[in-house]
């Protein structure tokens, strides 16, 4: 069975300073990882995602991740945080399924950039 | 292209009483999820279409719950009769056949269960 776990259910930034999101997973089988992002009033949207490969993960909006295997962490990270960037985004693992669709996704963390 | 669509965006209903969410997919994408967030929880999976057939309803909570996709198209959940605990928002997904593709969501039904 696989867990996903995601370190501060909130966190609070500057604009223009580092953006880091923790997510540690656990899987019975290699994982495929994801991160969503939730804006207002919107649904999940993508960020990124990890499947095979080179382990650094470049996404939309100049977000990355980092899959680390022997640490089983999949963090989020932005250099430079912007306003636009608030939101709560959730990490999710693929719980072994045919396709990427059936997920199990982390308590979701919710961003606050301040100006 | 449309992306995924959930309708009502918003239902309060009493306990006791039937609520149908319904979720249109991207057109063409056979494989369809339901998944539902309780407040302060996770999003957790509820159940996987391909086409009309339920894959996977491995996350379905109870009886109370049917979940139909009559055609391959848009699917419904019923709940039925809705209880205290069925409060949460109703997410629905879609993806293409075929390998490891991404799923695109919708933007949610909130249930509220008075």
């Known amino acids: 069975a696989q867990s996903v776990t995601q370190l501060g259910s909130h966190v609070s930034v500057s604009e223009g300073a580092l953006v880091l999101l923790r997510c540690n997973y656990s899987s019975s089988v290699p994982p495929y990882l994801f991160w969503y992002v939730q804006y207002p009033n919107q649904g999940l949207q993508l960020l990124l995602k990890y499947t095979t490969g080179a382990t650094l993960v470049k996404g939309i909006n100049g977000f990355e991740a980092e899959f680390k295997k022997s640490e089983t962490s999949f963090h989020l990270t932005k250099p430079s945080a912007h306003m636009s960037d608030a939101a709560e985004y959730f990490c999710a693992v693929n719980a072994g399924g045919t396709s990427y669709g059936k997920l199990t996704f982390g308590q979701g963390t919710i961003l606050t950039v301040h100006p | ?114």
């Not at chain 2, 039937?18 to 997919?25: G, H, S």
């Open chain 2, 1 to 114: 292209e449309a992306g995924v669509t959930q309708f009502p965006s918003h239902s309060v209903i009493e306990k006791g009483q039937t609520v149908t969410l319904r979720c249109d997919p991207i057109s063409g994408h056979d494989n369809l999820y339901w998944y539902r967030r309780v407040m302060g929880k996770e999003i957790k999976f509820l159940l996987h279409f391909v086409k009309e057939s339920k894959q996977d309803e491995s996350g379905m909570p109870n009886n109370r719950f049917l979940a139909e996709r009559t055609g391959g198209t848009y699917s419904t959940l019923k709940v039925q009769p809705a209880e205290l605990e069925d409060s949460g928002v109703y997410f629905c997904a879609s993806s293409q056949e075929g390998g490891y593709t991404e799923a695109f969501f919708g933007q949610g039904t909130r249930l509220t269960v008075v």
